[in-house]
């Protein structure tokens, strides 16, 4: 009776913990629920985050590796385009359009802002992005951007910890709650325990107060939203300066801070590697700047993208290139499993590369040779198959993730890759391992045989 009188105390004390502070009037809790992002904090620094990526995408040193590394790729000439205008559309393309989806999240938060030309963002972004024209002058100088981003990261940081916290105290609430309903323990140990986790959730509270003060949680969205605002326009007029969008030289609306060091014209010499040429690369349309781009974006019917074949072909490369490495380990069942993955297309063209090819395989010159073609194909087409994996892995978790992105484009990947050239060079990389299979099978059998032999002669000749 004694310990249910205290228990009843110990509840009392925690809820009055709980509410022990000062609650403001009716009429300021109202107002607070108005203006501040609270639980939308999260959502709002996973914007934030994405945001900072893209403008690290398109910084100066990113912009001269996608010009003189990403679209120069073995793998990308071979299967994708040979046409760097092509190429540099794509990856301007897939930027403007990342763009365009952080965008639509802003608009949506927009809507809960007092400022007016805040809640107009939707139709201040869009005339920004088809005539240039920056009514409110939300894009950014360069200096200004870079002290935005440092304060931006900061909010990210902490209403990332801000989560975790969160996440500790729901845990040590419901430890709490589940002692108190526990018959289990003795009843100084069960006094122990709850005062000990009483004292754990008073702290942890106390943490997520103090966070929740430095983080977005109580920012109004009207301060939220012009950060983002600013972000955003400012992106996009990088991606167009960058990218030589608009007319010769700098676009009027566009600050001359923004660095023209790394804009990706095409080069007048394909072959040069010095120098730009001005002038936009973007196809010319009636539409508007998103909808031109989400036209580039969509793949031709020759490729692997338009037949929903992209990420399927990836698996497959990734697993042969797995077997080529160590043809000793691949068992039966495995090799019957690699084929069922295969596509009518590549089984009709296999066996038909395979008709007539004999039984034996025991040639270890054809053996190396067929291993130095096969890390020959798989030098320019794995890497393609592992960035498609990674593009479509951070896409699938990117709600989660507020952690910073890679630069991985669709160009880099299968996703545009001719379906013809594509299925050739798995359907040798097959006829390879194939090869080297039966021959690494032959030899075992002919160690373990000889093995076997010796040990039988060594056997009888102790026997007499």
């Known amino acids: 009776m004694a310990l249910e009188t205290w228990l009843i105390k110990v509840k009392s004390a925690i809820s009055s913990s709980f509410d022990s502070v000062p609650k403001p009037k009716l009429s300021v809790i109202s107002n607070n629920k108005k203006s501040n992002v609270g639980v939308l904090a999260f959502e709002v620094a996973g914007i934030m985050s994405k945001l900072l990526h893209q403008w690290q995408a398109l910084s100066d040193k990113n912009i001269i590796r996608l010009r003189n590394d990403s679209i120069s790729l073995e793998g990308v000439r071979k299967i994708v385009s040979n046409d760097e ?14 763009t365009r989806l ?21 139709r201040s972004f869009e005339e920004f992005a088809n005539s240039g024209h920056d009514s409110f002058s939300w894009v950014l100088s360069s200096k200004d951007m870079e002290a935005k981003n440092k304060k931006m990261d900061r909010y990210v940081t902490v209403t990332a910890t801000l989560y975790k916290e969160m996440e500790e105290l729901s845990v040590l609430e419901n430890a709490l709650k589940k002692t108190l309903q526990c018959n289990e323990y003795e009843a100084s140990v069960k006094e122990q325990k709850i005062l000990d986790l009483q004292q754990k959730v008073i702290w942890q509270r106390q943490e997520v107060k103090y966070l929740k003060e430095r983080s977005l949680w109580n920012r109004s969205f009207d301060t939220v939203v012009s950060i983002l605002t600013r972000h955003v326009f400012t992106v996009l007029a990088r991606i167009k300066l960058v990218f030589g969008i608009g007319h010769h030289g700098y676009p009027a609306y566009l600050p001359r801070s923004l660095s023209a060091s ?32 989400s036209k580039i974006l969509k793949p031709p019917a020759t490729t692997l993208g338009a037949a929903a074949l992209a990420l399927h072909y990836s698996n497959l490369i990734i697993i042969i290139e797995k077997m080529i490495k160590s043809p000793q380990l691949v068992g039966v069942d495995a090799r019957d499993d690699l084929y069922a993955m295969l596509p009518r297309s590549i ?3 296999l066996r038909a590369r395979l008709k007539g090819v004999g039984f034996s395989a025991s040639d270890p010159v054809l053996a190396g040779e067929w291993r130095n073609a096969l890390g020959r194909i798989l030098s320019w087409l794995s890497p ?33 890759a001719n379906k013809e050239k594509t299925e050739a060079a798995i359907t040798e990389l097959l006829v390879g391992l194939n090869y080297i299979w039966r021959f690494e099978r032959e030899m075992t059998a002919k160690a373990l045989f000889e093995c076997a032999n010796l040990n039988g002669l060594l056997n009888f000749q102790n026997s007499s």
Not at 85 to 98: D, K, M, T, V, W
Not at 108 to 117: A, G, P, V
Not at 393 to 414: A, G, Y
Request: with cysteine; charged share 20%; glycine share 4%.
């Open 102 to 122: 952080v965008a639509k999240a802003v608009s949506s938060l927009s809507k809960r802002c007092e400022d007016s030309n805040l809640r107009s963002f939707d």
């Open 85 to 98: 205008s092509f190429l540099l559309g794509l990856a301007c393309a897939e930027l403007a359009e990342n």
């Open 347 to 349: 089984r009709s063209s």
């Open 384 to 416: 393609l198959a592992h960035n498609m994996i990674k593009w479509q892995s951070e896409r699938s978790f990117e709600q989660q993730n507020l952690l910073p992105k890679t630069n991985v484009l669709l160009l880099q990947t299968l996703y545009f």
């Open 262 to 293: 790394a804009t990706v014209h095409p080069t007048e010499n394909p072959n040069s590697c010095n120098g730009f040429v001005s002038g936009p690369i973007m196809i010319k349309s009636s539409d508007g700047f998103f909808e031109s781009n």
